[in-house]
C-alpha cells in the first residue's frame, strides 16, 4: 500500500529527518558499514533560518549545499576511532566546488578522521554506481603491492574515506537493506516541484519503517510544508540565475571565439601586407639592379 512522504530532497525535510538521532546513527551505520557506539551532531557554524528574505547571493552562498555535522565513535577491526562524519547535500551541480572548499576548511579545524557522505539530487556521473565508496588503499610504490590498511594517526588526518550517492535514478530492486533504506530518498521526478512523494514499496524493515514514519509525519506538517514553499521558491530562483549565468557564459564565449577570428583575420592581413611590402621591395631592388646594369651597358658603349 503506498503512503504519502515528504521529499527528502528538501534541506527542511532532510534535516528534520536527520534530527532524529536515532534515524541518523543507523542510516549512517548501514551507508559506511561500521558499527557507531555513539553519535552526536557537532554545532553548526552557519544555519539559514527559511522564515527569512535573503538576497539571492546569500541564497547561493548559504542555501545550495546543506551540510549535517556529527561527532561519532566507531567501531573498527582496529578498535573504536572518533571521527567527524560530514553528510553534504546538493541540488544543483555547480554545488561540486563547495563541497571541496568545505572539506579543505574542515582539515584546517579539526584533528579527526573525516567521513564525508554525499547526497546529490543530480546525476554526477552515468559510468559511476549509484552508491559509491571511495576508500584509501595502502600500496607498496617499491613493490607496486597493496596490503592490509593499518592505523595510523597522522594518515588518518589527511585522508579521508567518501561515499557518494547519486539519488536521481537509483536503483530500487531492494535487493537488500541498504537499497530499502535508500529507496525512500530516491529522485525519479525530473524537477523538485513535488513537495509530497508516494512511496509505494513494501516497508518490511525497521530503519525503513522509522524513516517512512517520519517523513509521513512531516508530509502533512503545516510548519514544514510552509518551509518548503520557501525553499522551492528560492530553488526557482537559483536556477534561474543558474540558467542566466550559463547564457552570459555561452555569449562570451562566442564573442571570444568572434574576436579570434578577427585576430586571425588581421593577423593573415597583417601577414598578407607584409609579403606585399617584401614583394615591392623585392621589385624596387630589381629595379635598381636593372638601372645598374643600363647605366654599365651605356658606359660601355660610350668607351668602346
Known amino acids: 500500500m503506498a503512503i504519502l512522504i515528504a521529499n527528502p530532497i528538501y534541506d ?18 548501514e551507508i559506511i ?6 553519535i552526536e551532531p557537532k554545532p553548526q557554524e552557519s544555519t539559514v533560518n527559511l522564515g527569512e528574505k535573503l538576497s539571492s547571493v546569500e541564497y547561493i552562498s548559504h542555501f545550495t549545499v546543506y ?16 571521527v567527524l562524519i560530514e553528510l553534504q547535500k546538493a541540488k544543483l551541480a555547480t554545488d561540486i566546488m563547495r563541497f571541496r572548499k568545505y572539506i579543505g576548511e574542515q582539515y584546517t579545524r579539526d584533528s579527526y578522521p573525516i567521513i564525508t557522505i554525499y547526497f546529490l539530487g ?35 588526518s589527511l585522508t579521508h574515506d ?9 536503483k530500487t530492486d531492494l535487493q537488500n537493506r541498504l537499497e530499502k533504506v535508500l529507496s525512500i530518498f530516491s529522485q525519479a ?13 513494501p516497508v518490511d524493515d525497521e530503519l525503513q519503517k522509522k524513516i517512512a514514519e517520519r517523513l509521513r509525519y512531516a508530509a502533512s506538517d503545516s510548519e514544514i510544508k510552509k518551509k518548503m514553499d520557501i525553499e522551492q521558491d ?21 564573442k571570444d ?28 631592388k630589381a629595379l635598381e639592379e636593372k638601372d645598374k646594369l643600363i647605366q654599365e651597358l651605356l658606359e660601355k658603349l660610350k668607351n668602346s
Open 12 to 29: 527542511t525535510v532532510f534535516k528534520y529527518l536527520m534530527e532524529d538521532l536515532t534515524i541518523a546513527k543507523e542510516l549512517i551505520q
Open 33 to 38: 558499514h561500521e558499527e557507531i557506539i555513539h
Open 67 to 82: 551540510r549535517l555535522d556529527y561527532i561519532a565513535i566507531i567501531k573498527t577491526s582496529e578498535g573504536e576511532k572518533k
Open 122 to 156: 543530480y546525476p554526477l556521473d552515468e559510468n559511476l554506481p549509484k552508491v559509491l565508496e571511495v576508500s584509501r588503499v595502502f600500496k607498496d610504490r617499491i613493490s607496486n603491492q597493496t596490503f592490509e590498511r593499518k592505523k595510523n594517526e597522522f594518515i588518518d
Open 162 to 170: 567518501t561515499f557518494i550517492i547519486q539519488l536521481k535514478g537509483l
Open 189 to 201: 521526478a525530473e524537477s523538485f516541484k513535488e513537495y509530497v512523494l508516494k512511496y509505494e514499496f
Open 234 to 254: 528560492i530553488l526557482i530562483e537559483l536556477q534561474n540565475l543558474e540558467r542566466k549565468i550559463n547564457e552570459q557564459e555561452e555569449m562570451i564565449q562566442k
Open 257 to 284: 571565439k568572434a574576436l579570434e577570428e578577427k585576430d586571425k583575420a588581421l593577423e593573415e592581413k597583417d601577414k598578407a601586407l607584409g609579403e606585399k611590402d617584401k614583394a615591392l621591395e623585392e621589385k624596387d
